[in-house]
């Protein structure tokens, strides 16, 4: 079963990150590569990718012809995706576990765990 | 460069679409379509769909690093529906390809126009880090 962890976070939560102690940030990094390599080395390993950051997000709308409209103002309260990783687990506790690990690495930051559809679609 | 195209329409107690079967026939085929046409361009790194926000939680780790799962979420959350992961030339075909999604059939074949936010990915992370 696949599922995807996500983190997000807020813009000023981003800054705050920033303002941590590089010791910290380095220490916090290193955890993160860790559980990747424990993930990779028990096979559960998809993907995993970090976004840039929220200054760089854009939302974008068709217009009537199709055209992109962009538009980079978003509410203060906006959470932004941060970073996630994509497993492939037995099942939810194990999904559930692994967040567990990344939010102990990350001062606690809350994981979205989400499963990924898994319907068939028909071919039309 | 590579973007990913997140689709945060979903809010909570939501499931499928109460739409005439046709029109999320009409909707899942475009999807599918554009899904080809950006494989066949070689722009396609994934795309997925995930189920619906009544099987998300959100894991915080407890004080001995175990997981504490809660599903509880603000009414007012989006939650995302889907993705596509693309490495294309640069932001504006980022946005071209947003704004195709953006303008997927609802109900009676009109477009949605959603808004689908665009992010660039990053490489890995600043080389001071590692």
Known sequence: MKYILLMSGTAAGVEGYHAWPKQDIEAHMAVLHRINKDLAESGEF???????????????????????????????????LLGYWIVDVPNAERAYAIAGRISSASSNMPIEVRQFATYEVKSR | MKYILMMNTMKSGHGVPGW????????????IDINKELHERGELVSAEGLSFPDLAKLVRAGKDGRPLTDGIFPESKEFLAGFWIIDVDGPQRAYEIAAKVSAAPGPGGAPLNMPIEVRPIMSGPPPEML
Do not use: W
């Open chain 2, 20 to 31: 005439p079967g046709k029109d999320l026939q009409a909707h899942i085929g475009f999807m």
């Open chain 1, 46 to 80: 998809i993907a995993t990718q970090g976004l840039a950051e929220p200054k760089e997000a854009k939302v974008v709308r068709g217009d009537k012809n199709g055209v992109p409209v962009t538009d980079g103002i978003f509410p203060e309260s906006k959470e932004f």
